[in-house]
């Protein structure tokens, strides 16, 4: 068994308009079972991809935003949300879904998953990763 | 920690957000279009000019060259590496992380 | 060192490509070892053995099956991304009932988590994109 490592995924980008999100997604779904110690980070545009309410009726796309809510099922638990990220876009965390995810270790009490950081805090998180795979 | 940036800051907030997102100690690598933030007179150099205090700034000097800028017109303290330069600060750094 | 390389655009519309191949290929030169380079989003686009260049210009994914060629390099393309934008090698073409396949040979198919097993395997993984 090798030593576990710190992987981040670093999202900037908003979902739809490009691919970035989605295909982000799909890798930290993957990554899941190979039980690493695995970090979310929504900076910039990122943090659009985990607004609540999003519907793509009407653009033809699939609305993949309740793949978020299913991360904590695969034990991905810590989402780093940037705080002057979301104030820079008139956002407050309260605009965000609701993710959460169920501490077996603790009876399956349901935590929340985002952590709300300032650019201070999570320059310090980012810092100590040991893989750092940007979309 | 290495960071790399890539794009234009007068194009997009790359650069800016990492600035701001990176911490005290680690270095910074300026390339493709993002080598055009490495230069003295823009409304960007200021900024980059302050990080220096902190932390160090690499440019890729072939960028540099492709766009026709000249190494003399570089911000203070900012030094110019070569792509096995760039290999070498991503050993020397514990990290990289990219800024795309 | 032991590196992985992300590339996560296609060849000529962005440096990407160029950027990662002049990185991979240092890194050769100064004797370090590349354990994968991983094509993932439109970075599939490399693996395209149907790519007609200038002649004058370079040829970024025959500069890949060089390297590859020299290094024994291991050149690894997303399954989901290339299948989403119709890169298929002659296994999936036939598997899918389509009549072509346009996977150079220096390539191979395969999946996400190759990607992650690069992040764990190497020392260093190193993301080119937009």
């Given at each position: 068994m090798s030593e576990i490592k710190k992987f981040m995924y670093v999202n900037r980008k908003a979902p739809y308009g490009t691919v970035y999100a989605l295909?982000?997604?799909?890798?930290v779904?993957?990554?899941?079972?190979?039980?690493?110690d695995v970090s979310l980070a929504f900076v910039d545009d990122g943090v659009y991809q985990i607004m609540n309410g999003q519907n793509t009726t009407g653009i033809g796309m699939k609305n993949f935003s309740s793949t978020y809510k299913a991360l904590g099922d695969y034990e991905v638990t810590k989402l780093y949300v940037e705080k002057e990220s979301l104030e820079a876009r008139g956002l407050?965390?309260?605009d965000l879904m609701e993710l959460t995810w169920e501490d077996e270790d603790d009876d399956y009490e349901e935590k929340p998953s985002i952590r709300l950081v300032s650019s201070a805090e999570l320059a310090e998180v980012m810092a100590d990763q040991d893989v750092v795979l940007s979309f | 920690m290495l960071h790399t940036v890539n794009k234009s800051p007068f194009e997009r907030n790359s650069l800016e957000s990492c600035l701001r997102l990176s911490a005290a100690g680690s270095a910074i690598l300026l390339f493709e279009d993002a080598v055009v933030g490495a230069v003295t007179g823009t409304n960007i150099a200021d900024k980059v000019s302050a990080a220096l205090a902190d932390r160090e700034i690499?440019?890729?000097g072939p960028d540099l060259a492709a766009r026709g800028l000249d190494q003399s017109k570089l911000i203070d303290g900012i030094k110019v590496v070569d792509y096995g330069g760039f290999v070498d600060l991503s050993v020397e750094k514990s990290a990289v992380q990219a800024w795309v | 060192m032991k590196f992985t390389i992300q590339v996560n655009e296609g060849p000529y519309q962005h440096q990407t490509a160029d950027s990662a191949y002049q990185f991979t290929k240092a890194a050769l030169e100064k004797g370090h070892e590349i354990f994968r380079v991983f094509f993932y989003h439109d970075g599939v686009n490399n693996a395209t053995r149907l790519g007609l260049p200038p002649q004058d210009d370079r040829n970024i994914t025959n500069l890949w099956a060089e390297l590859a060629e020299k290094h024994e390099l291991d050149l690894v393309v997303c399954v989901a991304a290339a299948q989403r934008r119709g890169l298929l090698d002659e296994n999936e073409a036939s598997r899918n009932g389509k009549d072509a396949h346009n996977i150079h040979p220096a390539f191979r198919i395969s999946g996400l988590g190759q990607l992650i097993e690069g992040g764990i395997q190497a020392d260093r993984l190193v993301v080119f994109g937009d």
């Open positions: 295909e982000s997604l799909e890798v779904l993957i990554g899941a079972a190979f039980d690493q407050t965390v309260d | 690499y440019v890729l | -």
